[in-house]
């Protein structure tokens, strides 16, 4: 079955990077466009970037952009989320999100999640 | 970008019940709409697609309509699983957006 595991959330000071990965199996990886979603604490869902299924395309939030860089890997299956200059908003759960171009671009399936915690 | 506005912002009501959502976006999404359910803790789970296609899996209570910009989620019988929040999601256009959500409770 479809499997998507985020890590490297963790505690942040603000102004510094992290890294966020996305383990991906069950399916063909490289099939698929993939999106990080991010949700504040007691808030809504706010996406944040897109990747095309060969990574040949991205794009970001205004929120972000310029401080984060979506990447895959798709000889590893592995989604990226490169985040630099972290401010204490973009404190939230981080969900990867795999896009069905199939069904009309809904998100089909979501990881459990990894906790930003930007703070000082 | 396009706006998702979902009413209500939470809803109280009973098992057995019938509930609607609306949501309604702020330009024409012809029928790129979904709904997703997340209850607390966990990730949104994809419930609904093209506005009226149940995911595989989905329970049949479960039934999206509209097109354009007015849309509806329906819950024909409210099950005890079902108090969870949901949200719409436009993907007509890049950036997809979300509404705001809707959080079912019990009565």
């Keep these: 079955q479809v499997q998507l595991v985020e890590s490297g959330g963790g505690v942040v000071q603000p102004g510094r990077s992290l890294r966020l990965s996305c383990a991906a199996s069950g399916f063909t990886f490289s099939d698929y466009p993939m999106n990080w979603v991010r949700q504040a604490p007691g808030k809504g869902l706010e996406w944040v970037a897109f990747i095309s299924y060969d990574g040949s395309d991205k794009s970001y939030a205004d929120s972000v952009k310029g401080r984060f860089i979506i990447s895959r890997d798709n000889s590893r299956n592995t989604l990226y989320l490169q985040m630099n200059s972290l401010r204490p908003e973009d404190m939230a759960v981080y969900y990867c999100a795999r896009e069905n171009r199939w069904l009309e671009f809904p998100f089909d399936n979501w990881g459990q999640g990894t906790l930003v915690t930007v703070s000082s | ?107």
């Design chain 2, 1 to 107: 970008d396009i706006q998702m506005t979902q009413s209500p912002s939470s809803l109280s009501a009973s098992v057995g019940d019938r509930v609607t959502i609306a949501c309604r976006a702020s330009q024409s999404i012809k029928h790129y709409l979904n709904w997703y359910q997340q209850k607390p803790g966990k990730a949104p789970k994809f419930l609904i697609y093209a506005a009226s296609n149940l995911q595989s899996g989905v329970p049949s209570r479960f039934g999206g309509s509209g097109s354009g910009t007015d849309f509806t989620l329906t819950i024909s019988s409210l099950q005890p699983e079902d108090f969870a929040t949901y949200f719409c999601q436009q993907t007509y256009s890049k950036p997809p957006t979300f509404g705001g959500g809707t959080k079912l409770e019990i009565k």
